[in-house]
C-alpha cells in the first residue's frame, strides 16, 4: 500500500513538473525571407526544428519570399503593433524605421543580460544603425569577384590570375586573349556595366573611401567615378568586350563565357548556382580576383552582408518570451547552423563557416574568399532608382564618346 502510494505521488509530481515544462515553453512568432522558393528555405526548417526540439518551444513561422510587397507588409507590421518576436530582415536603411522607433533592441542591451549573445561574429561586419549602435546580429553576405573560364586560359597560355593580379598583367593577358581569337570580357555593357563600374571605382580609388557619393561634379568621388568610366572605355575601345557588348543581353554574355568562349567574367556569388546547373564541366571554371590598379590590392572585393535577426522591444519585454528569442537567434546563427547556409557567401563568423560538399566552382570560391583581405559594399547601393538608372544607361554613351565621364557622372549625382 505504501508503496503503491509512493508511486502515485512520484506520477503526481512528475505530472506536475511536465505541467510545469508546457507552461513555460512558448510560442515565437518569427518572420524571415526564406520563404518557399528560397534557396535556404530547407535548411531554415531544419534549424527551426532543431530549436524546437531543443527548447520545448514553437516557432509560427511567417516567413515569405523577399521583395517589395514583403518590405511594406514587415514595415506596416511595425506601425500597427503586430510585429513579430524575431525578424530577419534588411540592415541597411530599410530597417531605420523601425530602429528610430525603439521597435527592436541594440545587442549592447541584450549582452547587457547575455554576454555571449553573438560574440562568434565580427563587430566590424555588424551593421551600424544611424544612431551608430548595432541591432542585428549577420547571417551570410554577398560577394562580387571575377570569374575565370580556365579552359581558354589554358589554350592561351594565361595563368588563372591570384590575389596579386595587377592592371598591367590584364592588359597585357587581355590583349593575349584577344590574339587567339577569343573574347576577353564577357558583358553586357547595356544591361549590366554596374559590376565593371564598381571595380574600376575602386581601382581609383580605395576599398576605405569606396562608398563616398560624389556631392559635386568637381569632388575627389566625382572625379574616381570618372576615372572608373573612363577605363571602362578603354577596354571597350581596346575590343575587349564582345563585338555586341552595346545590344546584347547578360544571359547572351554569360553563355559566351559558358560556352568558352570569353575569358573573365565579373560578377556575384548568386552566380555560382547558375554555373553549378548550366555548366558541361565545373573544372573548367573557377573564381579569381579583379585585377588591381592604384592602392587597391586584387584580393580586396565587392561585398557585404545586408540581413541579420532582428529581437524586437515586444519580445524582450515579454518575460515569457526574452530568453526565448535570444536562444533562436544564437542558433540560427551559430556556427554550426550557418555553415548549412553557406557554399561560398560572406559571413560575419570569426571562425568562418565550414561548408561540406562544396562542387569545384564552389570549392574555388571558398578558396578565393579565404585570401580576400577587405570588401566594401555596392557604392551604387547609396544611389537612387533615378540616378542609378541615369548613370549606368550612360555607360554605352561614355564607351562611345557620345558623352564624356565627366558629363555622365555630373547627371547622374545631379539626380540622387
Known sequence: MKKALAFLLAAVM?????TVAMADSVTLNVVTSYGGDDGNRANFEAAVKAYEESTGNKVNDGSATSNEEWKAKVLTDFETGSEPDVLFFFTNADAEPFISAGKVVSIDEIRAEYPDFATNMKSS??????DGKQYSVPSSGYWENMFV????????????PGPD????????DCE????????????????????????????????????????????AAAAKWAA???????????????????????AETVELFNAGEAAFLIDGSWKVGYFTQNAADLNDFAIAYVPGKGERSASEAIGGISMGYFITRKAWDDPAKRAAAVEFVSQLTSDEVLSTFVTTEVTALVNGASPAGLNPLQQSAADANANITAIAGAVQDLLTAEARGDLFANVQNVVTGKISAEDAVAQAIALN
Open 14 to 18: 512528475l505530472l506536475g513538473l511536465g
Open 125 to 130: 561586419m555588424m551593421a551600424v544603425a544611424a
Open 149 to 160: 573560364n580556365k579552359a581558354v586560359l589554358a589554350d592561351c597560355g594565361v595563368e588563372v
Open 165 to 172: 593580379y595587377t592592371w598591367d598583367q590584364f592588359l597585357a
Open 176 to 219: 593575349t586573349i584577344k590574339a587567339a581569337g577569343y573574347t576577353p570580357i564577357a558583358c553586357s555593357l547595356v544591361e549590366v556595366p554596374h559590376y565593371w563600374f564598381e571595380f574600376m571605382v575602386m581601382n581609383n580609388g580605395t576599398v576605405a573611401n569606396h562608398l563616398d557619393v560624389p556631392a559635386s561634379a568637381d569632388d
Open 228 to 250: 572608373g568610366l573612363n577605363d571602362i572605355k578603354a577596354l571597350y575601345e581596346a575590343g575587349y568586350f564582345p563585338a555586341n557588348t552595346l545590344t546584347a543581353s547578360d
